[in-house]
């Protein structure tokens, strides 16, 4: 079965620092993955999403980056954190492009 | 770009009440998902509807894919207290890999 993870699980940052999130999946080859924002008590707002090695969209301009080394990694990263960057974080991915998405736990980040 | 309202935005019921969420989109879709989120985890998918007039179980829930492709309704039966949690609703047009998410309907159960 598949499974999808990420870290760390929480994360408090001053600002200007650099950030760096981390998700993998396990149990599948060559997934679409995402990277979500979740602001308190909203809905998702997608930031990035991947259809294979080193491809990257990008859905709205902002202070943070998207990588993916290998195919089943993504990596979310700024170089220097605001405060509105502080969220909710979650990773999701798909067989296909139209097929359904699966969650990651999400990572809780507080920047001060 | 498309827009998903979700209603209520919040319900507050007792155990053992039956619960009814919707969304409605300005344009078509070709799959809804609902997904339920517990506090501080990733969304879980609920439902997966692929097909107009579709009428989807999962245990307690019900889904149904609206005729006119532009909306979605949830129905939960008997609630416990385990179904407390947020619902998102989220649509899907066909050859787009995104998907748009409803703002979400937060259902609290009253001892």
């Known amino acids: 079965s598949q499974t999808i993870h990420q870290w760390p699980a929480t994360l408090v940052q001053p600002v200007g620092s650099p950030l760096s999130l981390e998700c993998t999946v396990e149990?599948?080859?060559?997934?679409?993955l995402y990277w979500y924002r979740q602001a308190a008590g909203r809905g998702l707002q997608l930031l990035f999403y991947?259809?294979?090695?080193?491809?990257i969209s990008s859905e709205v301009p902002q202070n943070l980056s998207a990588s993916r080394p290998q195919d089943r990694q993504f990596i979310l990263s700024s170089k220097k954190l605001l405060l509105s960057d502080s969220g909710f974080y979650l990773c999701?991915?798909?067989?296909?492009?139209?097929?359904?998405?699966?969650f990651g736990p999400g990572t809780r980040l507080t920047v001060l | 770009g498309q827009q998903l309202n979700q209603s209520p935005q919040s319900m507050f019921i007792q155990e053992g009440e039956d619960v009814s969420m919707n969304c409605t989109s300005s344009?078509?879709?070709?799959?809804w998902l609902w997904y339920k989120q517990d506090p501080g985890e990733g969304p879980v998918l609920l439902i997966a509807?692929?097909?107009?007039?579709e009428l989807t179980s999962n245990g307690r829930l019900t889904a149904q894919f609206g005729i006119t492709r532009k909306d979605s309704f949830l129905n939960i039966s008997a609630s416990i207290p385990s179904d407390v949690g947020i619902y998102f609703c989220?649509?899907?047009?066909?050859?787009?890999?995104?998907?748009?998410f409803g703002t979400g309907t937060r259902l609290t159960i009253i001892p």
């Open positions: 999701a991915w798909s067989r296909r492009p139209l097929d359904t998405q699966y």
């Open positions: 149990g599948t080859s060559n997934p679409n």
């Open positions: 991947s259809v294979g090695i080193g491809q």
């Open positions: 344009s078509i879709f070709n799959t």
């Open positions: 509807l692929y097909k107009a007039g």
């Open positions: 989220a649509g899907q047009d066909f050859g787009n890999e995104k998907l748009t």
